[in-house]
């Protein structure tokens, strides 16, 4: 056996001890069992998980609310951010420093995540701890100041974040790829408009808190190293008097499919920002598991097909990924990359024609056994620390999915066979429906574009 | 608003694509490994607590080494059936060749090429697909490969692992295939973006005199394509050896079999004649340097201030840990509160020691940074006077109790979150790196006690010594756009 690089003899003496051919197949998978949730309701309607998990004294809180950028109506884009920016400003009794400090003597500090189907207050802390940390999180949602002496402040935080989120590419692509998607419905208005922040008052973002935010519309996460006893007497203590919310009316997306492509131009852009995809379904679907292991096998893995051809066989790109994107009742499937800017459309060809290569040909049954291990593995993964546990059970209850949907999850992704591939591919996966975005250099780029279809230039927002 | 890119993939091999201490149980020992030498005279933890101070959360550490020099750590973990492999060698890109910058990075994207028994890509899928993930990183000082994994998965790993210490077989066409690859990160994270390589990889070039700690890491891009198989080649037989490397397992290993597959795999790989380390000494700054950045793509200014640590392990050293939750972290700390909440100069004062990683994992000179982005309305001159208003008492007067009780508890739970970071990848990351660099891997079970016997007093001594504004490097980055 040779130890070569190009032909040299790198360590030529050693060659006896050598390792064998093949690695060593493993043994069997050690078998894995979700740990053990406690769920329980208020008489407010506070839904609450407990979960006692991990070695390491800490536990996350974690207050969800179904409050997200999905209601913010047309001109108010970012309002449900500023709100959230507000919340953290004090309380009936606190000071914002006050509620800093509190939660830092915690072990961690109080933090507010707007996506755009939920809202949540957030707090890592000492295990020991955590009781006061449900306290405390309740204090920030129920009771907020909205000090009017803040506002211009956190105005311009949000329009400085906007600011640098504008001057980036990829944001600048996931905004006209969801305009194309989604179009008018509030998950085509991926970032705020400075005209429309400017515009935001006080009043708007304190009602859409006070209205939308309360106990029939939250649901509370513990996980980590607690007392469980304490910790549940500190929730009933703490939310059992908040009131009731309205339910916003959300608008039913409709999303878009049909061959487009956008192209939003940056001169002097040495690489373009690419996105291809179109909509697929929700995870409500049966079909969402076999989407999954597809998604995995095309483009959602390192040694995915997409990423080997485009990353490992041509060198156009660093970091190509393919994932599906979801919310309530849909979901889209799209391959993000970028990609050196003069191999624009070769790329963008090498990605659709792995989608159509998929179309024609079942993978084998060896080739989707070692991605069905890759889903199940990382799927363990996820359910094996205390945020990746929280954002399991909140992906089971935002979208209404059965009980036992992640006890069986393991099951449904082993039993697919290659058939299931080819079959959700064709159905779903149509190379002829995907819209395409390109944020790109368009002196260079769009000629070469105009293989794929009429070209239309896009103007950010 | 979703949070729609992120950085934490700098001089990686890729992006991720997803998302009670048990004692360790005696095991035969098959080979004859040799008794770990003793710590090293400057272990960074050895000196600030006496050696048996205990922490609150405390890691079972076995370490011993090899015959051909390769350090062993264990340290089981059961929460969860999961096992991390990491294999760390003293080669970061400090040191890499002075006409080849960014070549540390490159040759680490070459270790999944190929070795002898692994072609292209099947290193990767080996991992992937028998449910493990896995990444390299190239850092100051080492450059690590990684895998978390099912805990069946251990020994194929170890092997894997061992194959490509062994020798790496790559060919002209895979070296040009990743100089694209590696030129198209650079490409993504620091050229076609406004505050690329802001301030991580901008700071350290302006700050620091020594070409070691003060050139590009990342690389020109005609150093990349100037790389040659030859290159490759004399890296991998002057750095890639088992003397210069360490082995961590962690996690949910069966402490029977795990000491005789390290033997079996990693024994027969031979040693090499290591070059010493350079001299990586910055020369004491005595004055404060300002400096400029022009970003074309930016639309806001960003500016950073980075002064030069103390030395790792020093009792300073330690002291600037709880300085940075005093000053930078979370909204109780100094600067969120003069910056933001007081004077609305930004959004988010971010910083620390090491951008790349965290306070412990280095060796060598570094820099402690604070940057934020702001607006055009307000002068770097206005934002430095406020970091000194909030600084500047810290020099004066030892902190009251109840500031130093808060920074106890956050430094605590921060080193917690060290340690689970990426699946308990984290916890590998400091025993590696304390194994690597002091001998001792067991120093990471003094961390927490050192953190919290920190006095007012020594904070207030570092403060004066090392927050001095002669100690630092102001960065103005000024928008073209936003001019």
Known sequence: ???????????????????????????????????????????????VTLVPYGAVPKSNVSLVVRLGN??????????????????????????AIQVAEVAAKLGGAVAVNVREDETSLEMECLGDSTAEAVRLVAEVARTPSFPAAELARLKGDLLREVAIQRSQPQPLAEEAFARAIYGSHPYGRVLPVAAEVETFTLEQARQLWTRYAGADRAHLYVVGRFDPAAVRAAIEEAFGGWGKAKAPARPRPTPHAGKRVFLVDRPGAVQSTVRIGLPVVPPTSPD???????????????????????????????????????????????????????????????????????????PTAEELTGIQKYVAGTFVLRNSSRAGIIAQLRFVDLYGLPADWLQTYLPRVEALKPADITRVTRQYLDPSRMTLVVVGDRTVVEDSLKQFGPVKIEAPR | MRILFCLSLALALGCAHSPAAPAPAPAPAPAAPTPSPPPAADAAAARFVPPDARPAFEIPVEFYTLTNGLKVVLSRDTTAPIVTVGVYYHIGFRIEPRNRTGFAHLFEHMMFQGSENLGKLAFIQLVQRNGGILNGSTRFDFTNYFEVVPANVLETMLW????????????????????????????VNVL?????????????????KNWYNAHNFYGDLGDLDAATLQDVQ??????????????????????????????????????????????????????????TVDDKLAQRPALAVAYH?????????????????????????????ELVQKRGLTGEVEGGANLLGNQYDYQGPMLWMASLFHDTGHSPKEIVAAIDTAIEPLRRAPVDQETLDRARVKARSAYYADLERLYGFGRADLLATHALFDGDPAAVNRIEPSLLAVTPELIQRTAQEWLRPTNRTVVALQPAGGK
């Open chain 1, 1 to 47: 056996m040779l130890r070569t690089l190009a032909g040299l003899s790198l360590l030529g003496s050693t060659l006896a001890l050598a390792a064998p051919e093949t690695p060593p197949v493993p043994g069997p998978t050690p078998p894995f069992e979700l740990p053990a949730t406690t769920r329980f309701k208020l008489r407010n309607g506070v839904q």
């Open chain 1, 70 to 95: 999905v209601d913010e109506p047309a001109g108010q884009t970012g309002l449900t951010d500023l709100t959230g920016k507000l919340l953290l400003q004090g309380t009936g009794t606190k000071s």
């Open chain 1, 288 to 362: 969402y598991i076999p989407l999954v292991v597809t998604d995995t096998l095309l483009g959602g893995s390192f040694g995915s097909r997409i990423t080997a051809n485009i990353r490992e066989k041509h060198g156009y790109t660093y970091s190509p990924r393919s994932a599906l994107g979801v919310h309530p009742g849909v979901g889209v499937w799209v391959e993000q990359a970028d990609v050196t800017t003069k191999d624009t459309a070769a790329a963008l060809r090498e990605v659709l024609a792995e989608v159509e290569h998929l179309r024609k040909e079942p």
């Open chain 2, 160 to 187: 894997a692992e061992a194959d490509r210490m062994r020798g790496l077989k790559v060919t002209q066409d895979n070296l040009t295939n990743q100089q694209g690859v590696v030129k198209s990160e650079v490409r």
């Open chain 2, 192 to 208: 076609n973006r406004p505050y690329g390589g802001w301030p991580w990889l901008t700071v350290p070039q302006l700050a620091n």
């Open chain 2, 234 to 291: 004399q890296f991998f037989t002057t750095y890639y050896a088992p003397n210069n490397a360490a082995l961590v397992v962690s996690g949910n290993f069966d402490p029977g079999p795990v000491k005789a597959w390290v033997s079996k795999y990693f024994e027969g790989i031979p040693r090499a004649d290591v070059p010493p380390v350079p001299d990586l000494t910055e020369p004491p700054q005595t004055e404060e340097q300002w400096k």
């Open chain 2, 309 to 337: 640590m103390p030395p790792r392990g020093s009792p300073e050293f330690w002291a600037m840990a709880l300085l940075q939750q005093i000053l930078v972290e979370g909204p109780d700390s100094r600067l969120y509160q």
